[in-house]
Nanobody
Framework: VQLQASGGGLVQTGGSLRLSCAVS????????MGWFRQAPGKEREFVAS????????DYRDAVKGRFTISRHNAEKFMHLQMNSLQPEDTAVYFC??????????WGQGTVVTVSS
């Protein structure tokens, strides 16, 4: 199983980035997926999740209205569109698959830095 996050970078406050998560080694459409982030000196936190079909999407309050999670089952990709980025969004972002109530297969993550 391999989950590879990409698309991070350095942006100014108010800017946008689109993160991608490429998935291999599993039947992607069988799993709900999620995005998490870990800021320097802080614990990893939930950002967004999407069910197997893409119908149900959940977000942490701090990103609602700014971030959009999506998935393309045929291509085995998941995305996180991030708009109106703020300095507090600076973190390493990880994608993961959900099994039961837990998340697994984190991968290396992609770094997002938002300058003020």
């Amino acid at each position: 199983v391999q989950l590879q996050a990409s698309g991070g970078g350095l942006v100014q406050t108010g800017g946008s980035l689109r993160l991608s998560c490429a998935v291999s080694g599993i039947v992607f459409s069988n799993y709900a997926m999620g995005w998490f982030r870990q800021a320097p000196g802080k614990e990893r936190e939930f950002v967004a999740s999407i069910d197997r079909t893409g119908f149900r999407r959940d977000y942490r309050d701090a990103v609602k209205g700014r971030f959009t999670i999506s998935r393309h089952n045929a291509e085995k990709f998941m995305h996180l569109q991030m708009n109106s980025l703020q300095p507090e969004d600076t973190a390493v972002y990880f994608c993961a698959r959900k099994i039961g109530k837990d998340y697994f297969d984190w991968g290396q993550g992609t770094v997002v830095t938002v300058s003020s």
